[in-house]
Each structure stands twice: as structure tokens, then as C-alpha cells.
């Protein structure tokens, strides 16, 4: 799901970016940036509601994840693309490499920070009973609003300092 929704959403990206000249500054380029992880909190929301759906008869709507998984690509777009863009640009050559890799060394030990709490919750013993089922869901609820909320404050955070740059320039 992850690669067709890049490949596809990534056609459609392409497309929109291309007619919207706006968010071709530097502006436009952390306001694109922020719409990544606007994707990622729609996806963690649809998560929740899915684990939620889950809390009740220990059951979900494949769709639900199925979606939630297409906007967790399409964010993709808007993340890497743009932040390794911007590193490159940096003047001074001999810092694009630094920058690059403490970039790369964060963001991919976030996610594996996430993706072990994720495994966490989903590894249990023995077999599982609805009830089992039903309690995990609500662990997964927990985890998932925490990730919202983070994911909130780093969407308001960013464009405040996206803000404070127009200012400045």
C-alpha cells in the first residue's frame, strides 16, 4: 500500500505543485513540508479509529487501515523529499553530508523508536481471546494519542517558525 500510494499520490502532488506557484519559496517549501506531517496525523487519527472500532467487538474495517496507510505514504512526499532538498542547499558543502546523516540517524531512530512500541503492543502470548483482543485495542488507543498529540504540536510548532522565517526574510 505504501508504494502505490507514493507512486499515485506522488503523480497527484506532482500535479497540484506544479500549478500552485505559491509554495515555491521558502515559504511554500515548509508550508509543503508541514503538510506531511498533516498526512501523518490524518493517518494516526484513522488509526485510532480503527483501535477504537477494535475497543468495542475486537474487530476493524480493513479500509480504515487500508487509508490510513495511503495517507502515511502520501506523507512521505512531503518529508524526505523537502528536508534532504533544503540540506543540499546549504552553501557550505562540507556541512550537507553532516546534515544529511543527523537527519537521517533522527528521523529513523523516531520511527524505530515507534515501530518497537508498536511491536510491543502487538506481541502477546499464547491465543488470543476477544477480550485479549479488546484490551489491546486500547493499549493501541493510547499509543495512537500520543502520537496525535505530538504530531499536533509539531504542526503548530512548525508553522509558527515557518512564520517567524517569512518574517525575518
Known sequence: M???SILFGGLIVAWIC???KSLD???GRMIKFSFGFIFQLLCFVLFFIAAKNA???GTTSALLVIIALAFLGVSELFIDPIALSEITSVRDKKDTGFLAASYMLFTGSVAGFIGAKVADLAAFQ???KNLDLIKQ???FQGLFTNIMAILAVTII???IVALIIKKLK
Open 2 to 4: 505504501n508504494s502505490l
Open 18 to 20: 506544479k500549478r500552485v
Open 25 to 27: 519559496d521558502d515559504f
Open 55 to 57: 475497543s468495542v467487538d
Open 126 to 128: 499464547g491465543t488470543p
Open 137 to 139: 485495542a486500547q493499549l
Open 157 to 159: 510548532l512548525w508553522y
